[in-house]
């Protein structure tokens, strides 16, 4: 398996415009989670999934943020309109069972 | 009070040094502990998972959880340079739940 895939890997973007983070986990797995990750505040677990269906948001910090899993190889993190304080590392993990297996990552930059 | 705490470090050891990483926790209803490790630019990789309270080795590595004083510890014996990281603890009550990670601790092995 190549492991959960997240695309793109880097994102430069103004302030003001839509970005939107796509994340393929690990065939099989039954959870899928978003993370931020920032050096002031560590890993932030925004928003997780089991089966498709969103059973925690309440990391998202407002209603700028939006995530969806449309089916179970796929799911989207959309940030609408971003702000410069969005600018982190996205992160995107899946699981079957105890462990999660993290992508490689989007380091997203918003000027 | 943050789930769980994580001292950032960063520690800095000589190689072949034996390095002590240490979380503490406040929920006792965990009981998933996990290791990750993260490379600069990479997202988190799994390196120990334990169960419940105990040791458990692998190679170089010994996780360790202490239930009654909520508190775990990952044990590097003969650290090599590859071993730089930030090293993160993560914890959990049930399967596939939410994960609470530490804040990282940023280890440097110098040669």
């Known amino acids: 398996d190549a492991g959960v895939i997240q695309s793109p890997r880097h994102e430069v973007t103004e302030m003001g415009q839509e970005v939107t983070l796509r994340c393929k986990p690990i065939?099989?797995?039954?959870?899928l989670f978003w993370y931020r990750q920032t050096m002031m505040r560590g890993l932030e677990l925004l928003i997780y999934?089991?089966?498709?269906?969103?059973?925690?948001d309440s990391g998202m910090p407002e209603d700028r943020f939006s995530a969806k899993m449309p089916n179970a190889s796929f799911s989207t993190l959309k940030i609408q309109p971003s702000e410069p304080r969005d600018s982190a590392v996205y992160f995107c993990?899946?699981?079957?069972?105890?462990?999660?297996?993290f992508g490689p990552g989007t380091r997203l930059l918003v000027l | 009070q943050k789930e769980v705490e994580q001292d950032p470090g960063p520690l800095s050891v000589p190689e072949g040094a034996i390095v002590s990483l240490n979380c503490t926790y406040s929920?006792?209803?965990?009981?998933?502990f996990m290791w990750y490790r993260q490379y600069s630019r990479k997202g988190p990789e799994l390196l120990m998972y334990?169960?419940?309270?105990g040791n458990k080795e692998d190679g170089r590595f010994t996780a360790q959880v202490d239930k009654s004083s909520k508190y775990i510890s990952l044990f590097i014996r003969d650290s090599q340079p590859s071993d730089s990281a930030t090293y993160l603890c993560?914890?959990?009550?049930?399967?596939?739940?939410?994960?609470?990670f530490g804040t990282g601790t940023s280890l440097t092995v110098i040669p």
């Open positions: 993990a899946s699981s079957l069972g105890v462990t999660q297996y």
């Open positions: 065939s099989g797995h039954d959870y």
């Open positions: 993560a914890m959990s009550s049930n399967t596939g739940n939410q994960f609470y």
């Open positions: 334990t169960y419940s309270s």
């Open positions: 929920n006792s209803a965990f009981q998933y």
């Open positions: 999934f089991n089966n498709n269906v969103p059973i925690d």
